[in-house]
Structure formats: C-alpha cells, structure tokens
C-alpha cells in the first residue's frame, strides 16, 4: 500500500512522455476516436432500421454475434497484417468492432418499440416520415440510445488498455510493463487509474443520460411510479 | 533478456505454474517412479526449440542402444529439480542461463554473476555448481540462442550497418527506434546495455513482444528499426532479417548444453549428446526452429531429418 501511495505521490510519474496525463490522454484520445467513429456507423443504421423496422434479424444478430467477437484476436490480427500495423490504430479498429453491437442493438429496439399508440396519435396529427422519426421516434428512443452509449463507452474506455499489447499507449503500458519487470506496484497502479477511469466515465455519462431525456418521457416515468 | 528475460517475464505466474504442478505431480504418484515411464527420461520445456532439442537428444540416445522418452514439461525451474532428483536424466538447457540459475540457487539472489560472454569461463563457473547438484553440463554446442538485435536487409543496406558498433556511430545523427519486450528498457542485456556497451541513442522505445511475432512484424513495417529477437529464432532465415553483430560481447554465451544427472550418465550416453553438440550451430536452431514455427513441421521429424543429414544417426531405409 505504503508502495502504491509512493507511486502516485511520486513526481516523476506525473510528467513525461511515460508520465500518468500522458498515458491518460491517450487512453481517452483512443476511446473518443473508436467511439465517434463507431457512433457513426451504428447509431444512423439502427435508427434506420427501427424506424423502418426492418432488419431487426441483421441489428440484433449483429449485435449479439459482434459481442462474442474477441477483441484481443482482432487486435493481433490488425497489428500483424501491414497496411495497419502495431500502434495505437490496431486498437482503434479493434475497439470500433467492439463498440458496435450495443449501440446498433440499442438505437434499432429504442427506435422500434416506441409504443404504438404514440406513434398512431403522431400519424393521426399528420406526422409521417422523417418528422414522425425527428419528433416522435428519437425523443422517445433517447434513453436507450444514450444507455447503449454509455454502456459502450464504458467497456471501449477500459479495454482501450489492450493498445498497450501492440505497441500503442495509454494507461495499459503500466500494467503491460509492471507484468513484464515483475513490478506489482506499477501494475496495480495502472489497473487503479484504468478502473477509477471507467467509473468516472460512467458517472459523467450517467449524468448526461439524464440530461437528454425528454423531460416528457421523465414525468412519463413519474406518472407510472405515482401509481405504482 | 535472452533466455533470463523470457525465464523471469513468466515470474509471476511462475510461481502458480509450480504450485500447479507440484500438485500434479503428487497427484498422480509420479514423484516416486520417475514420471510413470521406463528408460532415460528426457525433460524439455514448453517452447520450440526445447522441444525440438528433446526429440534430438532423444533420437541420439536411441541410436547409441538407450532408450528414452521425452516428457515435455513448463519451465526449467520444473525440470531442473526434477533433474536434481533423478526423475529426469537429461535435459537440454542454456549454457549463461543455467549456470546463472544455478548461481542465485546456491549463492543467494544476490550473488554477483558469474555467466559471461566467454564460453569457457561460463564453463568453468558453471560446472562445479552443477556438480554441486549431481549434475555435469557435458560439451556446449556452437549453437546459441541469445538476444540479437535485428534489422531489415534493406536498412542494413541502406545505411552499410553489420555490427551494433556500426550502428551505435550512425545512431548519433538518427536516433534509433527499438521494439522488444516492455522489460527491455530495464533489462541490461537489452536497451542499458546497448546504450552502454554501443552508445546508441534512441529515439523512441515500443513495448512489444519478447523476440517474438509482432516484434517482427513491427521491423517489416518500419515501425521500428532495431527489433529484439532471439539468434536462434526461425524469424531472422524466413524474413532474412540482418542481425546486427555483438562485437562487443554485450550477450553472454547461452550455447546449447546437454545437462545430466551424474547416477544416470554412462559414457555412451556422454559420447551420443556431445556428438550432437558437435555439430549443432546457430543456423541449425534457426532453420529448425522456422520448420516447426513456420511451416508447422513435427518437432521429432525435423530432429530425425537434421540427424540424418549431419550423419548422427543412419539415413532412412539402411
């Protein structure tokens, strides 16, 4: 313990191109990159497809068959094969396939189970379309979107660590390198900054989930408890 | 780093390897009937070139009236005490390697080291602890298996570099990018030492493998140019990879070396694992070892096949 507070009280792991911001910015340049990226492939196909609600054999079986889908495989495979290589970018890729199935699964049921009768009584109003999707759908998919974000994210922000295996940064050279010298201390010290990361992550995305839903679908909740 | 790195990177799970073992062992009851097997008993450990060092040893003993078996088991610091015991009778080994071993084993881990660059003098420092432990390392091969320190051909051509010294000049203009292992900017045989014993200057370090595929695959990309493998490694023939030269004797001599227990050894037995290390060299281990990592070959028919060709044992069909 006594090792471990010495550690992080040390200057000298608190600059430098091995120092904590650095490896920190790094495990967070990772993560924002792999999930803007994936965030635009799947969050536009699984609206797409819940609002034609078509294809939910492709979104959830996606979903499911890219969850068994090994992250540190794709990894090697990306860092072996030239045109990518070892480096932070094999990680990227492989993060970006591996934040994939919650989002799509997620923004396909959120679009396609918005309740019928809302949907009948936007249509009764003239709503059809892109403005039935604009002002019915998405506000009413919000939450489960935001929860398939915030449960990607949290995962891509602790496996980002993997970079460290294929010669790329962030948090994980700790640990890969702690393993390596046999030095516990820097292994768990990495493993603590890794952990207390995704639990920040998933605090401040928790926050913003419930900024970004409706305030309608809220007193929906409400309403429900209420009488509940 | 060499066989040390590769040997104390798996420390930490050493430990449970041992203890999982040691619980198979008792297990099974095989602590007291030698490994539950008749004839000498060969042990190896689990990577490629040991495997492939069993099953020549094993062919030799055969070939000169003793029968053997090869039993395949983790680490040396699970066959070197079954050795001790006489569970095992031979085992190939590591020249620096096992006489450092043996070194922290008897002298305590700090005892200063006593493994060298010099073959001789590693002999000499090695053998009386070995004998210390009712063991004898019989004649050292040309062959090691050491760190070496690669390049691409078209980088060694580019810029005329065959020795580390060479490229210890030509670093003070271009700082240099190695990939190894994560441990190597701490190891001495690996980046302290090149920046000692070479004075060369780095310009980055990438944390990879130890000696392994993506170290390799990190030098064909030109992501790094200076990448940690091992000499025998069948990476450096199939990539024709320039090892850069040790001039300098930075590496200490980790020549192959058959290892026996002195109750078991009988002078037909001495004479067969010498005359393999006769005639095994390094270029032998490293087109070896690309049979069985490369192209997947089957560790006893690339032994039998090497065998035949150097003429330790008949050729086929006579």
Not at chain 2, 234 to 237: E, L, Q, S, V
Not at chain 2, 264 to 268: D, G, I, L, Y
């Given at each position: 313990m ?18 904590i911001?650095v490896?920190?910015a790094q ?16 969050l536009p196909l699984?609206v797409?497809?819940?609002h034609?609600g078509?294809?939910g054999?492709l979104a959830?079986?996606?979903g ?7 992250t ?6 990306f860092a072996?094969?030239a ?5 932070n970018l094999?990680?990227i890729?492989?993060?970006i396939?591996?934040?994939i199935?919650?989002?799509l ?10 309740d019928e009768e ?30 398939g ?18 010669g ?5 050279v700790y640990?890969v390198?702690?393993?390596a ?10 493993a603590i ?7 920040s992550?998933?605090l401040?995305?928790?926050?913003i ?5 409706p ?13 509940a | ?12 799970i050493?430990s449970?390897?041992t203890?999982?073992?040691a ?8 602590s ?5 097997s008749?004839?000498?008993?060969i042990?190896?450990t ?12 094993s062919?030799a003993?055969?070939?000169?009236g003793i ?10 610091e699970i ?11 031979v085992?190939?080994?590591y020249?620096?390697?096992f ?11 700090q005892a ?15 053998q ?5 432990k ?9 062959a ?9 051909p078209e980088f060694a051509?580019?810029?005329n570099?065959?020795t580390?010294?060479?490229?210890g ?10 990939g190894?292992g ?9 980046q302290?030492?090149?920046e ?21 695959q ?11 493998v091992?000499?025998?490694s069948?990476?450096?023939?199939a990539?024709?990879?320039v ?20 109750e ?5 037995m ?14 032998d ?10 192209q997947r070959?089957?560790p006893?028919d690339?032994?039998r ?8 044992i008949?050729?086929?069909?006579s």
């Open positions: 006594m090792a471990l507070w010495d550690w992080f009280t040390d200057p000298a792991n608190w600059t430098g191109s091995n120092g911001p490896r920190f495990q967070m340049g990772i993560t924002l990159i792999a999930m803007a990226i994936a965030m635009v492939i799947a699984g797409y497809l819940g034609k078509k294809g054999f959830i079986n996606v499911n068959v890219g969850r068994a889908v090994p540190f495989g794709l990894l090697m495979i072996a094969w045109p990518i290589g070892v480096g094999a990680a890729i492989a993060l396939i591996f934040a199935p919650p989002l699964t997620n923004a396909y049921i959120g679009v396609r189970d918005v809302v949907r009948g009584a936007a249509r009764g109003m003239g709503f059809s379309g892109l403005l039935m999707l604009r002002k019915v759908e998405l506000p009413n998919a919000v939450p489960l979107i935001a929860a974000i915030r449960t990607s994210t949290v995962q891509v922000v602790a496996t980002a660590s993997l970079a460290a295996l294929v790329g940064g962030g948090l994980g640990v390198e702690g393993f010298i046999q030095d516990d201390t820097l292994l768990i010290a990495g900054l890794t952990a207390v990361l995704a639990i992550v998933d401040v995305l928790a926050l989930q419930r900024r970004v839903t305030r309608g679908l809220t007193l929906e909740q409400a309403a429900i408890e209420e009488m | 780093m060499t066989r040390r790195t590769s040997r104390s990177k798996t420390r930490a050493r449970a390897a203890a999982f073992f619980v198979l062992i008792a297990g099974f009851g095989l007291a009937c030698g490994f539950g008749s004839g000498t008993l042990g190896t689990n990577f490629t070139e040991s495997r492939i060092l069993g099953q020549i040893y062919l003993l055969d070939n000169a029968e053997t078996t090869v039993k395949e088991l983790t680490t040396s066959v070197i005490p079954a050795l001790e015991k006489n569970q095992l009778q085992m190939p080994n020249l620096a390697t006489t450092e071993y043996l070194n922290l084993n008897i002298n305590g881990p200063p080291a006593l493994a060298s660059s010099s073959v001789e003098k590693t002999l000499a420092a090695g009386p602890l070995a004998q210390e009712g063991l004898t390392i019989l004649t050292p091969a040309a090691q298996d050491q760190n070496a320190f690669a390049v691409t051509k580019k810029n570099l065959a580390l010294s060479q490229l000049v030509w670093s003070q203009s271009n700082p240099v990018n190695l190894a994560p441990d190597c900017p701490t190891r001495p045989f690996c302290p030492g090149l000692e014993t070479y004075n060369i200057k780095f310009n980055s370090f990438t944390a990879l493998d130890t000696g392994g595929p993506l170290t390799v990190a030098l064909l990309q030109n992501k790094i140019n200076l990448g940690l091992f000499s025998s069948g990476f450096i023939a990539y024709d990879l090892v850069l030269d040790d001039d300098k004797n930075l590496q200490a001599a980790d020549n192959v070396i058959p290892v026996v227990n002195n078991a050894s009988t002078p037909q001495v004479a067969a694992l010498n005359g393999v290390s006769a005639k095994l060299t390094t270029q281990l490293q087109e070896l070892n690309a049979k069985v990592d490369l070959q089957d006893l690339v032994a096949d090497w065998l035949q060709s150097e003429g330790l008949p050729p086929p069909n």
